[in-house]
């Protein structure tokens, strides 16, 4: 049994799709058919169904890349090998609109956080390009196209603080290629490298931060995540046949 997620072998499908909102979680498991809860421990709400005939665990990681990292470390143990996280993010370009979709193609990290704690003590202060599973992300480009849905293809900044942004480093964010924030994509990549799993990171815009936009709820982005979540669903499915 893992520690937080109370959860056994067999509990959980290799194909998984993550999010940070345990509210998003208990509500896209209804697209689910024979959804279990098999866990709430500590937040981590965790449902295993069936989508499209393919075994798929839900599952929350929480606020942050700490956070992450413990969810995603145990999913893998007890059997994920497939994971989307299916997230929200905050533009970082002014043509991003709330409600758009954005793909990670990679994802830059502050220096120091949990990333650091992985790798530095072999990598010697080198940082690795955290990016994603190519296979996997195609199928999710390929979900979106046959609902000929538009999605911003970009690197995404994971960072380790929501309050401390601000505008000029926002830019200079932009500048270097960055086109979206969030906090976990970074930790999913990495781990999806570190353990020889698959990883994809579909997005939805809750605000654009250099508008200063107001940030959007669960509730006024209900239709776009589900969306999201029907095309994650669907590639994992795909990607199992």
Known sequence: MSIFIKAKPGDIAENVVIGGDPERINALARMLKGARLVSSNRGFIVYTGKFDGRRVTLACHGIGQP?????????????????????????LEADIKIGDFVLAEGASYSHGGTITHYLDSTLHGISLAQ?????????????????????????????????????????????????????????????????????????????????HTALMTHKDLEKKVSIAAKTALEALAKAAK
């Open 131 to 211: 990016t994603p599973d190519f296979e996997l992300s195609r199928m999710l480009v390929d979900a979106l196209n046959e609902k000929k849905i538009k999605c911003k293809h970009t690197n995404v900044y994971s960072s380790d603080s929501f309050f401390s942004l601000s505008v000029k480093k926002a830019r200079e964010l932009e500048k270097y290629g960055n086109g979206a924030i969030d906090m976990e994509t970074a930790t999913l990549f990495m781990l999806g490298k570190l353990k020889g799993i698959k990883t994809a990171a579909l997005l939805v815009v809750s605000d654009n931060v250099v508008k």
């Open 67 to 91: 956070s992450a990292a413990i969810a995603i470390e145990e999913l893998i143990a007890l059997g994920a090998r497939k994971i989307i996280r299916l997230g929200t993010c905050g533009a």
